[in-house]
């Protein structure tokens, strides 16, 4: 996105944007992956942390998996993940 851009479309904006380089999330995934030479590595993304089904498609695309702690669906584009590249666990409750 261009600077010049992002500021004319300020004042239309009424609630918090955010701005994903595409590109960059994709690298630093491959720099984290070839950092590691174990040949059963599998880096999962935590879902909870943020699930922008644009970012979520950019990693699965790279080859990454998600670690999901709750089902999510996103209405209109899905992003699948097959259940290899799921790492789905419940949370347990704390016990006092």
Known sequence: MQRD??????????????????????????????????????VLYA???N?????LKLLREAGAGIDASARVSHSGDE?????GQIL??????HRT
């Open 47 to 49: 879902m909870k942390a």
């Open 79 to 83: 992003v699948r993940f097959s259940g």
């Open 5 to 42: 851009f992002a500021l004319r479309s300020r004042p239309q904006v009424r609630h918090a944007v955010y701005v994903y380089d595409g590109d960059l999330i994709v690298q630093r995934y491959r720099e984290l992956y070839e950092f590691f030479s174990w040949p059963k590595l599998r």
């Open 88 to 93: 789905f666990h419940r949370q347990q409750p």
């Open 51 to 55: 699930f922008n089904p644009a970012v």
